[in-house]
């Protein structure tokens, strides 16, 4: 199955949050295409090589609901990706998150 659905990568420093988008390769847990939302005064370049840097997070959002997850970066390569047990996790979770009826309205 080829399945790669769109997410919102977090960047959390000590004193600021960095926003990019990328894309989620659901069968290998790659994720692609990351580009950074630049706000003005932001700093460039990778920020796990920042000393400041603290994690990374990724959100999956259907309408409303949203499901968040670990995200792993390679500081040598800039390669962002879900490790295989978040992978599995977030499989699950995402699963229950699109099949979810839209808040307010029943299944029937």
Sequence with gaps: MDLKLPI???????DMVLKSTG???MASGDILDVK???EPGE????????EDY?????VLTNGKADVEFRVEVNVITGAYS??????LE???????????????KQRG
């Excluded at 603290?54 to 990724?58: D, K, L, R, S, V």
């Excluded at 879900?82 to 992978?87: A, G, K």
């Design 43 to 50: 700093p460039e370049g990778l920020p796990a090589e920042r």
């Design 36 to 38: 950074r939302v630049m």
């Design 23 to 25: 894309v989620l390769d």
């Design 54 to 58: 603290e994690f990374t997070c990724g």
């Design 90 to 104: 977030l499989k699950g979770r995402a699963a229950k998150l699109f099949t979810a009826p839209p808040p307010g």
């Design 82 to 87: 879900v490790t295989p047990t978040e992978l």
């Design 8 to 14: 919102t990568l977090i960047d959390e420093l000590e």
